[in-house]
């Protein structure tokens, strides 16, 4: 089946610990990307990559790291920095790459609590 | 940067109602797309619309990019459509979505 895969669903983490979220697709899609979304509101863009090794800052990257050393992956990283890290997390794909993109298609997302 | 507001925020229909979502928008986009959430969280595609008027079963949406604003019609609403509804913009490498509207419909 394509499509994009987060894992895991649900994540606990404990405050003052690293945790990385995985984001894989087999869309063979060039762009990636991260976004947040808190209850009751719209999505915000953390990260995005357009090509395997770059990747741009979004509105609220501060206290989150990615990597993109291969095509299909798109790792986040929530950092001990990020000061509000409870959330939804889903990890979107789309074809073309910013600014000339095409339809972004998401993944199930991640629950992050902190403890 | 670009503005994004849907309207309205909430929306209560009765099955078999029809509907008008909006979306405007303050700058210049070149691709605008609409979602529905289910309540598992899932953002589903409903619409790639940069303009123009497109159409699948009872959804259709309308941008008007000239005037800043796109609409998505729900017909016939059933209580599958409840949830929430998302439009995200994209200026040129710039991405934002509304706040989305949240979708009721009742038996």
């Known amino acids: 089946d394509g499509g994009i895969t987060q894992s895991p669903k649900y994540l606990f983490r404990k405050e003052g610990q690293n945790v990385t979220l995985s984001c894989e697709q087999n869309l063979n899609h060039d762009a990636m990307y991260w976004y947040r979304q808190d209850p009751g509101q719209g999505l915000r863009l953390i990260y995005y990559?357009?090509?395997?090794?770059?990747?741009q800052k979004g509105d609220i990257a501060e206290g989150y790291s990615v990597s993109r050393e291969k095509k299909e992956s798109f790792p986040l990283t929530v950092t001990s920095a990020q000061k509000n890290p409870t959330a939804f997390y889903l990890c979107?794909?789309?074809?073309?790459?910013?600014?000339?993109?095409?339809?972004?298609?998401f993944g199930p997302g991640t629950r992050l609590t902190v403890l | 940067g670009i503005q994004v507001e849907q309207s309205p925020p909430d929306l209560i229909l009765q099955e078999g109602a029809n509907s008008t979502l909006r979306c405007n928008f303050s700058d210049s986009v070149n691709n605008l797309q609409w979602f529905h959430q289910n309540p598992w969280g899932q953002l589903i595609n409903l619409f790639y619309?940069?303009?123009g008027t497109k159409q699948n079963g009872r959804l259709s949406a309308t941008t008007v990019a000239t005037e800043r604003y796109s609409l998505l019609y729900i017909s016939s609403s059933q209580t599958t459509d409840s949830g929430v509804y998302f439009c995200l913009t994209d200026s040129w490498g710039k991405f934002q979505f509304g706040a989305g509207t949240q979708v009721v419909v009742t038996p």
């Open positions: 619309i940069p303009s």
């Open positions: 990559s357009q090509i395997v090794n770059d990747f």
């Open positions: 979107a794909s789309s074809m073309g790459r910013p600014p000339s993109t095409d339809t972004q298609y």
